[in-house]
């Protein structure tokens, strides 16, 4: 069980739009914005999927997703790798489309990406590039 640490939580809120990279089951990369990405708690990232193509593709396929932020003030960077779950109902799914439409009612809010952090690195240039810090 990996938390996010505060500093972690406070450089992905910040980050806008956050980078997310998928890859395919054959390990073709895929890097895409998104601007709909909350935190829902210390081990959980809330994605919505509006307009996801081979993102949505790749994730049916590998359900393994890398995201990345970077505080030019904090000078802090991490990349979060984690697992996902894909829900098209439920309460996930109920909650992703009331806050998507609370923003604008006319996306499509298609379905809802879960993130479950597995494990976070420092992505900051410098001595301590690349370790794994959860
Ligand atoms: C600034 C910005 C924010 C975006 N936010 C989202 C988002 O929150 N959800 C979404 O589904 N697509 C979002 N997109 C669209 C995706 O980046 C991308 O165009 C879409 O997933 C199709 O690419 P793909 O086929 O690689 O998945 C955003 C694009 C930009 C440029």
Known sequence: ????????????EKQKPVPIATASKDGVPNVVFVGLL???DDENIMIADNFFYKTAANLEQNPK????????DTKKSFQIKGS????REGKDFETMRTWVHG????????SCVMVKVDEIYNAMWGPAAGKKIA
């Open 1 to 12: 069980m990996v938390k996010m640490p505060p500093d972690v939580k406070e450089t992905l």
């Open 65 to 72: 997703i890398s995201i990345l932020c970077y505080n030019g």
């Open 38 to 40: 909350k935190i829902v």
């Open 103 to 110: 923003i604008n009612n006319k996306l499509p809010a298609k």
């Open 84 to 87: 996902v779950t894909l829900c």
